[in-house]
């Protein structure tokens, strides 16, 4: 089951559209980063007024300082049965720490983004990678 799971993630982090505003792109930064990934799965009814919303919402996150790398999308058009492909829609985080990563947790930005849109999931699954 997680093999399922870290195959997911690779196929969103290497198959998801950058965001336009990362933070700090050095390499260096980003050799061993500190990765997060939050799956949504959203309910039925939900319209897309408020999957923009969320979205949008979604993308003002990377501009927490801490934010290194971010990507989102939704799940890639592939069919292999290992892949879970289930979800609605994702977002992955690279930062340079946990401490990093828990500094993003309790922003403002990441705290207002939960409140304003929690209704929409039936779902949430995060997956968290460190070197």
Known sequence: MNRIFLIGLLVLVFGCEPNSSIQNTDEK????PFIHTAYFW?????SEQ????????????????TVRAFYTGKPANTTREVIENTYDYAVVFHFKNLEDQEYYQK?????????????LWQRVMVTDIEH
């Open 29 to 32: 930064a980003l050799e061993h």
């Open 42 to 46: 959203l309910k039925e009814g939900v």
């Open 50 to 65: 408020e999957v923009e919303a969320f979205k949008a919402d979604c993308e003002k996150l990377a501009d927490i300082e």
């Open 107 to 119: 922003h403002p930005l990441h705290l207002e983004m939960i409140e304003r849109h929690q209704h």
